[in-house]
């Protein structure tokens, strides 16, 4: 024993410095919940030591993660300890990490060892001032009573319990009888708590020499408030029970500080059943060594806990002795460490804008739902349960579960595009999970239904199908010929069209396709241009068929269509009959279409058919012309 408190000596000196460049590098600053008890023996320890364990404790990843300590609750805190302990867990914090004190009272507690303390995380928690209770529980000490939030969260799950004891010491049955009186006031306290079902943390330094303790069976008796032993209702004497050990981590008394080796379980931190459902806040009891007495290695059973080598690191043979040596020097017990999980907590998202769809196209918005719970591994936080209902310009049910740290769920809904015009979607998410922060988000998407495009060889009819003609002389070169392709009716309402091919039937002709193609065609009509070679061509009439195709611009729905086109033109003598327009022998409705489609300035008079009287215009005249006519050309 000697031996182990002399090393202890020895290393600490350079623990103060080494402990924190070996453990807590870039630690996180998660809002993962981790609560610690403490006794700190009326701060007769070694400040500095006292320091390095604060820091320790925040950088603790026995479990397999790292985080800031949430809650600290102290026993043997005299009044003047306290501002020097306050200022000691400001130092040790993190960055970006700070405390607040929660309430302290001391009934003149200081000739009975101390009072209790606590201080917790801002920002993370909010005490409940008025919850505050201070319990008497014999031998001139009482136990606090705390309640405290998490904050951003009014859900009564969210809200939880923290009592605070030092119970009678002493291995006698006096005693024995006193922290049993003690446990029961505690028990009848929180069994009066309405409503049913609190979440409450009992903790502090009970002084309980083994399983078999009325104390112990008081707290772990049925009732309102039943506490549960994450460790098991088992013994916690002997070798055997080593690691469950608290006190003491010396094995000699020293300056105020009491030895004895680490051989007893005195300092606890028992829950109830709602912290053990694995449900919202809820012990991490899926992680090993959620629950754990700092430092402790199993292997020091009856020693000072820096006696030889320590291996609460396996991998980490000087941080576990640095460690060692800061608990020994620091108190005469070791501090005890349980891991929460936070509830989940709900994000959405959608699209705020799902632009422009084609009437009756079949579309589907998805939602992207997320548990942005701040945790550093998934365990940390409950897994998300949630429904959404869509509505408005949406519609579908969903529902699905999602874990913390990158999980996405994506339902998808169906969207209405019935009718054109603007149009909003709704979805409606309801969190499930007990206690989720944002438990209801409303997200809306908006855009626009159109109608397709519509072809048309006019402006002023739907004119899909059309048939043009002409004369020129034998030997009379290149000639062009126009048409004009328009979006039948456009506005804003209604999709641009392209103009994807103009296939020509009979490509031997001497009629080419010259240009037209293209995208994007709303009040501006496309000129689909055609040239006529009259190079070494009999006289006589040639035809050609062509087939233009057409779609919608690029959207969700996009439809296609066709126009015929039929090309005549004859060569040789000129037709008598102007008012031929299709050149075909006949007037007719064909002509009267013709001279419709293309209404307006003639583009190259000289080939315009449908300006029958050749005034570099299509209009009323012409359409005249054709129908006074009617009938075969003579």
């Not at 024993?1 to 020895?10: I, K, P, V």
């Not at 002084?207 to 209702?233: I, K, M, R, V």
């Not at 629950?291 to 291996?311: E, K």
Request: glycine fraction near 8%.
């Amino acid at each position: 024993m000697e031996t182990g408190d002399s090393a202890g000596g020895f290393r600490w000196c350079w623990a103060v410095a080494s402990i924190l460049a070996l453990k807590l590098g870039a630690l996180p600053a998660a809002a993962q919940l981790r609560v610690v008890n403490y006794n700190i023996a009326q701060l007769g320890g070694n400040d500095a030591a006292l320091q390095n364990v604060f820091e320790a404790l925040h950088a603790d990843d026995k479990p397999g993660f790292a985080v800031p300590v949430s809650v600290f609750v102290f026993q043997e805190v005299r009044n003047a300890d306290f501002p020097v302990l306050q200022a000691l867990i400001s130092a040790s914090a993190p960055p970006g990490v700070s405390y607040a004190a929660a309430t302290y009272t001391n009934l003149g507690e200081d000739g009975t060892g101390g009072a209790q303390a606590m201080f917790f995380r801002a920002g993370l928690l909010q005490e409940i001032p008025a919850a505050h209770l201070d319990i008497y529980t014999q031998a001139g000490r009482y136990t606090d009573r705390w309640r405290l939030r998490l904050v951003g969260n009014n859900s009564f799950p969210a809200f939880f319990y923290v009592y605070g004891s030092h119970l009678k010491a002493d291995n006698d049955s006096a005693s024995e009888n006193l922290r049993l009186i003690g446990a029961q006031a505690i028990r009848d306290d929180a069994d009066a708590l309405t409503p049913l079902d609190q979440h409450i943390i009992y903790c502090g330094d009970y002084n309980l020499y083994d399983d078999a303790e009325p104390a112990y069976l008081e707290f772990l008796s049925p009732g309102n408030a039943q506490a549960f032993d994450p460790l098991g209702t088992g013994p916690w004497n002997g070798a055997a029970n080593a690691i469950k050990h608290s006190q003491s981590p010396r094995a000699i008394n020293c300056c105020g500080l009491v030895g004895g080796a680490l051989d007893d379980r005195f300092d606890f931190q028992l829950s109830t059943a709602p912290f053990d459902d694995g449900e919202g806040l809820s012990r991490m009891s899926a992680t090993p060594f959620s629950y754990r007495s700092f430092g402790n290695d199993g292997l020091h059973f009856d020693q000072a806990i820096n006696a030889g080598d320590n291996f609460y690191y396996s991998d980490d043979l000087a941080a576990s002795n640095a460690l060692a040596d800061d608990l020994h020097e620091a108190s005469d017990h070791i501090p005890v460490i349980v891991d929460y999980q936070l509830p989940a907590a709900m994000s959405a998202q959608i699209e705020p804008s799902f632009g422009r769809v084609i009437q009756d196209a079949a579309l589907q918005i998805s939602v992207d739902v997320t548990n942005v719970a701040d945790v550093v591994v998934v365990q940390g936080a409950d897994e998300l349960d949630y429904t959404a209902t869509a509505s408005l310009g949406l519609s579908g049910v969903a529902s699905d579960t999602v874990e913390a740290l990158g999980d996405v769920s994506s339902p998808s809904f169906d969207l209405n595009t019935a009718v054109v015009g603007p149009l909003t979607g709704q979805v409606a998410l309801t969190a499930t999970s007990q206690a989720a922060f944002n438990p209801s988000i409303v997200i809306e998407t908006t855009g626009t239904i159109v109608r397709p495009s519509n072809p048309s060889f006019s402006d002023s009819i739907d004119l899909d199908d059309l048939n043009v003609g002409g004369s020129f002389p034998a030997e009379s070169g290149i000639h062009p010929i126009t048409v004009f392709i328009h979006n039948y009716n456009f506005d804003a309402l209604q999709a641009l069209m392209d103009i994807d091919s103009a296939t020509q039937f009979d490509p031997e002709s001497p009629f080419q396709y010259v240009s037209g193609l293209g995208d994007s065609i709303g009040s501006t009509p496309a000129a689909l241009t055609y040239s006529f070679d009259t190079a070494g061509l009999a006289p006589g009439t040639y035809k050609v068929f062509v087939i233009v195709q057409t779609s919608d611009e690029d959207l969700p729905g996009e439809t296609s269509a066709m126009l015929h086109l039929g090309l005549a033109v004859t060569v040789g003598d000129a037709s008598e009959c102007p008012e031929d327009v299709i050149a075909d022998g006949l007037v007719n409705v064909s002509d009267l279409l013709a001279v419709i489609a293309a209404w307006g300035p003639c583009p190259v008079p000289s080939t315009c058919p449908a300006d029958t009287n050749d005034d570099g215009l299509v209009n009323v005249a012409d359409l005249l012309a054709v129908i006074a006519a009617w009938g075969p050309c003579s």
